[in-house]
């Protein structure tokens, strides 16, 4: 068989969805079978073709195929298993890159073949030093693989730190996997070619020895696979962002005056200007003025509803904010010795406020509130889709939420989609941003205004069908609830092919008054998130919710609200990569908190599922050799 007609074999696709790596593997195996028929062909080894500059050709064809597939990045992990296991595959890579400059030179049209010596001293390196050999480094790889559930045990290890990697624990089994797998096809190349070699130069036969090394070989990346499925099968796919080292403006967004504490005298909250009432009667009122220009006088007023006022304690001293905070006040320390917030100094000097009588028998208090005031505040949310340009088979490759302006919006990264799973380089979609204000932006068709009563938002983690990938997410209103969809669309997993007319959009649609009622998320006196000395981890399911509230009075004076947006990237971090970026399935809303925090809202992905694409295919035959076998002839420098 020429050598022609060997490159043609790899153009021969496999109808199985096998990984990339798979695939070359299988398509190995064939070429393999071919290269021993012409090897051991005495016919061909006449032909005066030269057979061991030929030989380089097919295996530089090989090579050419293993570059096509994405690289994993080097894993930097804390397993001892998989240390060793990294030690011996770098061997493996090392000895491959020097074999490789050897076959490329050799395989140059018009190259000067090298003397028989270096093609048998390779040889000899390849298979039969006892240290430092390939086919050792290959038998150690396979010994510490022997010695436990590498993949299963490296996620157990490795757990606390997927926030680091910034990779799911499905894809560091996947990439492992490959990293694996790609380093063995390597060095069982190396082996045959060696094999293939010593009977071309007549040192024996060696087709006993070829088909132990496939048989051995077959039944090491069978195991590897097997295990590799299994534990893909039963790993998490889910990816987030945990606390950065230094909370910044750059990690997190705040929804501001929402239910903002206020201190409002009674006099001042109903028409008649009369302090007969006490503080609880006023649960929904508004401002009705400035009477004797008190204290009201020297704050802001509520240009909103005031909500759920109570009494603390008739006099107080309140250090005001600064005119460009969100907040209206730093601290209040009331004369009873009770504090709202973090009493210290105050740079705008701080306010005595008094309560005081009227007429002998009224006392106007001050009372402390929740104002709801939506001047100035940032409390709108997008319900324009972000979608991946699918017209261009392009997907969704990581997400994130942003605030620009007075609004969050969903933000997207997309790559193209080619064949058998791969994903080229993200780009990040800027959403629009727009002012709820300006003409034709319209409520409830291009935003969602939070208030007191429309302020719940569900978490939910949403994946899209087996054979479709994420192309968009979306918030939608479902009553009162602020709801995050996600947009799946089908593709053809060997071509990498989408089919845009199939896409459809995946929610959960539950609500509280449903047969089986979303459960609501209990925030338990809520100080700021920034605040946590303590690392903040998801304690949010599927299908809960959690209402956008104040911060606790005594923690902070109720003044911000709580829980805090994540607008940190999540892209998984092979997508950080020119080499390539991450197949996404499925996406969520998340809730990453603790007891007396306010916490975060964050975004999540899921990575596309690869377990069923991972399977070690046999070799399709054994090797046929009719000719005798003879006995190894020593290579003699």
């Known amino acids: 068989m020429r050598i022609a007609a060997l490159f043609a074999l790899f153009a021969i696709g496999l109808a199985t ?7 070359v593997r299988q398509k190995f195996y064939d070429l393999e079978e071919e290269l021993w028929r012409n090897v051991t062909d005495p016919s061909w080894r006449d032909s005066g073709l030269g057979g061991d500059v030929e030989l380089t050709k097919a295996f530089f064809a090989l090579n050419e195929q293993i570059e096509l597939i994405p690289r994993p990045k080097r894993l930097t992990l804390k397993s001892w298993l998989w240390n060793k ?12 890159m020097n074999f490789m400059e050897f076959v490329r030179h050799q395989a140059t049209p018009g190259a000067v073949p090298a003397p028989v010596k270096e093609w048998l001293d390779m040889a000899e390196s390849i298979l039969m030093d006892p240290k430092t050999s390939v086919a050792q480094a290959v038998r150690k790889i396979h010994g510490f693989l022997e010695h436990g559930d590498i993949f299963r045990s490296v996620v157990q290890e490795e757990d606390s730190d997927v926030c680091d990697l910034q990779m799911s624990p499905h894809q560091l089994i996947y990439d492992m996997y490959n990293t694996i797998a790609l380093t063995e096809i390597k060095g069982y190349a190396m082996m045959q070619f060696s094999w293939m070699l010593l009977r071309i130069y007549g040192r024996g036969n060696f087709t006993q020895e070829a088909s132990l090394t496939r048989q051995r070989y077959s039944e090491r990346t069978g195991q590897t696979a097997t295990a590799a499925r299994a534990a893909l099968a039963m790993s998490k796919r889910d990816l987030y962002r945990c606390d950065p080292p230094v909370h910044t403006s750059a990690t997190y967004a705040e929804v501001t005056r929402l239910l903002q ?3 409002e005298n009674e006099v001042d909250m109903n028409g008649d200007a009369t302090c007969k009432e006490n503080c609880a009667f006023y649960t929904l009122t508004e401002n009705h003025g400035c ?7 020297k704050q802001d007023k509520c240009r909103g509803r005031i909500i759920d006022c109570q009494y603390l304690d008739s ?3 309140v250090c005001p904010a600064s005119r460009h905070s969100q907040r209206r006040y730093e601290w209040i320390e009331y004369e009873n010795g009770r504090t709202l917030g973090r009493v210290g100094s105050c740079r705008l000097g701080a306010t005595k406020v008094d309560s005081w009588w009227r007429w002998l028998f009224w006392h106007c208090s001050y009372c402390m ?3 709801d005031d939506a001047t100035g505040s940032h409390r709108f949310f997008s319900l324009r889709e972000a979608k991946a340009d699918i017209s261009n088979n392009k997907v969704v490759t990581g997400m994130r939420l942003v605030k620009l302006g007075k609004v969050f919006h969903i933000q997207i990264y997309q790559g193209k989609l080619v064949e058998r799973g791969f994903v080229e380089s993200s780009e990040e979609v800027l959403a629009q941003a727009f002012d709820p204000e300006q003409a034709g932006v319209l409520e409830g068709v291009d935003y969602h205004t939070l208030t007191y009563e429309r302020r719940a938002i569900d978490l939910d983690e949403l994946d899209s069908p087996s054979g479709h990938v994420l192309t968009g997410a979306r918030f939608r209103m479902i009553g009162a609830h602020l709801h995050f969809e996600i947009r799946a669309t089908p593709f053809n997993y060997t071509t990498g092919k989408l089919h845009p007319e199939k896409s459809q959009w995946i929610s959960n649609d539950n609500t509280e008054g449903s047969h089986t009622p979303r459960t609501r998320l209990e925030l338990y006196k809520p100080d700021l998130p920034t605040r946590s000395h303590a690392a903040l981890r998801i304690d949010s399911q599927h299908d809960q919710y959690i209402e956008f509230t104040h911060s606790d009075f005594d923690a902070d004076a109720a003044q911000s609200t709580v829980p805090f947006i994540d607008v940190q990237p999540v892209v998984p971090s092979k997508a950080l990569n020119t080499k390539g970026a991450t197949l ?3 996406a969520g809303l998340y809730h990453r908190g603790a007891r007396g925090s306010g ?4 975004v999540k992905v899921i990575t596309y599922d690869y377990s069923k694409h991972v399977k070690a295919e046999p070799p399709p035959s054994e090797f046929v050799d009719e000719s005798e076998t003879t006995e190894f002839v020593p290579i003699v420098n």
Do not use: N, R
Request: charged share 15%; aromatic share 20%.
């Open 85 to 96: 296991v990294s030690e011996k595959l770098q061997v493996v890579d090392g000895f491959y």
């Open 17 to 23: 969805e096998l990984t990339p790596t798979d695939l």
């Open 261 to 263: 504490g206020y201190v």
């Open 315 to 317: 006099d107080m001293w």
């Open 584 to 586: 996404l399935s499925g």
């Open 369 to 371: 509130c929740l104002c």
């Open 291 to 297: 009477y004797m220009e008190q204290f009201c006088y």
């Open 599 to 602: 916490g975060f809202i964050g």
